[in-house]
């Protein structure tokens, strides 16, 4: 009731800021993300409202895992120049009737290439995502009766009352760590196999040949794909067909708004994965974690005379314990950063409201290999800055007055580096194709 509360004060369920800045530039950008039986997936938009900054206004990545693989997730991006080109509604203007339980949906966005992001979120916690970029399609739809699971029983925002304060130039609300969904997801043939066993399944069926998107009005659009099967072989089927993966699954949604970005940062997430076959998905979920962090960015972080130290939002919950790291709850953190080894360490302590010290050390690692470039926002527009990988995995250790009391294990889970973070691991790895395009110090002046 009282993240309900709260969001109703600072906005709509999924367009939470109360307020947009009063000069540009600035950016606001959602992200879901899906981990199935056997495929993990993210839909991920953003644009610069009314603004064309000298990089793409505009971008819509789908990222797609064959998790048994655990290779490079297969990207599809759509890039586009001028936010003259998008269209934008919000709740009533935005089109009706997407989901029957679900309101008119909270955000709607189109480039002029034909990349699209709707989202829709009832106020009874059901959840709608469509997307469409570069002919691969996926929707993703809670399952009757299912609510969101917001951050905290205070309301989605990571940072608190953090985002109430002026200056603040980024922001990070999660709208739900965890909802039940059912998902369809429509690729082009040439990427991947047809066919996969378990409760996720999958379906070659003809398509017209003018599926492809195309490259107009300014806008360019891509795709890339470097996973292959375990035995070295891979499949292909004719341009005429496309492959369709269906099943249950678990999705994780946020938002980011604001004016600024850090230079270096962090961003990881994930969801238990024991068996459970009571579930079609083949696992509970039950416990999830998110982290985020980087150089703490405000709306004139250029101008500052020194920089500034690192700054980390953590959750934790799992059945026995909801954690939350955040400003008003001071918290000692220690980091151990090695983006070579694709690998963080963070350390937490922090005195609960029940004044019982309690510390969760969570440790991320994902193969160095498993990274694929992904676009993001800096000051100047979008652009590949990032790398990210669906095959991380994640140890949560928590301890209470010096004693561990749980220990839970995280597999496909999200890990993101960005800005000279990226680089680093590209460099370690020496990998041309992920390093190739990779911006590694985005330009943050005009």
């Given at each position: 009731m009282l993240s309900r509360l709260n969001q109703a004060a600072i906005g709509s369920r999924l367009n939470p800021q109360s307020s947009k800045p009063k000069s540009p530039p600035w950016f606001e950008g959602w992200y879901t993300r899906v981990i199935g039986s056997e495929h993990s997936f993210g839909l991920v938009t953003g644009y610069f409202p009314e603004q064309n900054p000298k990089h793409p206004a505009f971008y819509t990545g789908l990222l797609f895992n064959e998790d048994?693989?655990?290779?490079?997730?297969?990207?599809?991006?759509?890039?586009?120049?001028?936010?003259?080109?998008?269209?934008?509604?919000?709740?009533?203007?935005?089109?009706?009737?997407?989901?029957?339980?679900?309101?008119?949906?909270?955000?709607?966005?189109?480039?002029?290439?034909?990349?699209?992001m709707k989202v829709a979120a009832g106020p009874d916690g059901s959840l709608l995502v469509q997307g469409n970029v570069q002919g691969a399609q996926l929707r993703i739809e809670s399952l009757p009766g299912w609510q969101d699971t917001p951050w905290s029983e205070e309301g989605g925002s990571p940072q608190g009352l953090l985002h109430l304060l002026p200056g603040v130039g980024l922001h990070w609300y999660v709208h739900s760590t965890k909802t039940r969904v059912r998902y369809e997801l429509t690729l082009p043939a040439e990427h991947g196999s047809s066919s996969s066993s378990g409760a996720g399944s999958d379906d070659s069926s003809a398509a017209e040949a003018g599926d492809a998107t195309e490259n107009s009005n300014g806008g360019s659009s891509s795709s890339s794909s470097s996973s292959s099967s375990s035995n070295g072989s891979s499949s292909s089927s004719s341009s005429s067909s496309v492959r369709v993966v269906r099943g249950e699954g678990w999705a994780h949604v946020e938002k980011n708004w604001g004016g600024s970005f850090p230079r270096s940062f962090v961003w990881s997430q994930g969801c238990s994965t024991k068996p459970d076959s009571s579930s079609a998905a083949g696992f509970d979920a039950e416990a999830q974690f998110c982290l985020?962090?980087?150089?703490?960015?405000?709306?004139?972080?250029?101008?500052?005379?020194?920089?500034?130290?690192?700054?980390?939002?953590?959750?934790?919950?799992s059945k026995q314990r909801t954690w939350h790291f955040k400003p008003q709850s001071p918290t000692l953190f220690s980091t151990n950063i090695q983006p070579d080894q694709g690998l963080i360490i963070v350390t937490a302590r922090q005195i609960s409201t029940?004044?019982?010290?309690?510390?969760?050390?969570?440790?991320?690692?994902?193969?160095?290999?498993?990274?694929?470039?992904?676009?993001?926002?800096?000051?100047?527009?979008?652009?590949?800055?990032?790398?990210?990988?669906?095959?991380?995995?994640?140890?949560?250790?928590?301890?209470?007055?010096?004693?561990?009391?749980?220990?839970?294990?995280?597999?496909?889970?999200?890990?993101?580096?960005?800005?000279?973070?990226?680089?680093?691991?590209?460099?370690?790895?020496?990998?041309?194709?992920?390093?190739?395009?990779?911006?590694?110090?985005?330009?943050?002046e005009e």
């Open positions: 048994s693989k655990l290779g490079k997730l297969t990207t599809f991006e759509s890039y586009s120049d001028s936010s003259e080109g998008i269209s934008i509604s919000r709740g009533p203007e935005a089109e009706p009737n997407l989901l029957g339980a679900t309101e008119a949906p909270d955000f709607c966005v189109e480039d002029a290439v034909g990349g699209v985020s962090g980087g150089v703490l960015p405000t709306l004139n972080m250029d101008k500052l005379p020194v920089p500034l130290p690192n700054a980390l939002l953590m959750g934790y919950r029940t004044l019982v010290p309690r510390t969760l050390i969570l440790k991320i690692q994902a193969n160095p290999k498993t990274f694929s470039k992904v676009g993001g926002p800096t000051r100047g527009g979008f652009v590949p800055h990032s790398v990210e990988s669906y095959s991380a995995k994640a140890t949560a250790e928590c301890y209470e007055w010096g004693k561990l009391v749980e220990v839970t294990s995280f597999d496909r889970s999200a890990l993101e580096f960005g800005g000279s973070y990226a680089c680093d691991l590209a460099a370690g790895l020496g990998d041309e194709s992920l390093s190739e395009g990779l911006v590694c110090e985005p330009q943050w």
